[in-house]
């Protein structure tokens, strides 16, 4: 059984954010973290796994940083990631989940 969980890196719930101008935000202090509802999912995965065999594979588009939020995931016990990287200027939820599909589509490498 093969569990794909999607994983989003987001700022921290106590970061102060500084608007930028145009819509954008400055993110060059803001320290990211993994949504702790996909958490949740992570260990139910990794939990089920256990029980019936398989393996947790992690989800996440974004960009290059999102790499911690993938290595948290899998010290909590994920098999494998895949990081699509993407250009946050140009993402909203139709590339995202086109994006994901694809990924979960793939055959492992």
């Known amino acids: 059984m093969k569990i794909c969980v999607c994983l989003k890196h987001v700022p921290d719930t ?3 954010i500084k ?15 993994s949504n702790p509802y996909d958490e949740y999912g992570v ?3 990794v939990s089920l796994v ?10 996440t588009v974004g960009k290059a ?19 699509v990287k993407i250009d946050d200027q140009f993402l909203d939820s139709s590339l995202t989940a086109q994006a994901l ?7 492992k490498a």
Do not use: N, Q
Not at 19 to 33: R, T
Not at 50 to 59: A, F, L, M
Not at 65 to 83: C, D, E, K, P, W
């Open 50 to 59: 256990e029980k019936e065999g398989g393996e947790v594979v992690i989800v």
């Open 101 to 107: 599909k694809a990924a979960m589509e793939l055959p």
């Open 43 to 45: 260990e139910e995965a």
């Open 65 to 83: 940083a999102a790499v911690t939020t993938i290595r948290g995931a899998m010290a909590m016990g994920a098999h494998r990631a895949i990081l």
């Open 19 to 33: 608007l930028a101008g145009d819509a954008e935000f400055e993110d060059s202090e803001i320290k990211f973290v």
């Open 14 to 16: 106590a970061a102060s």
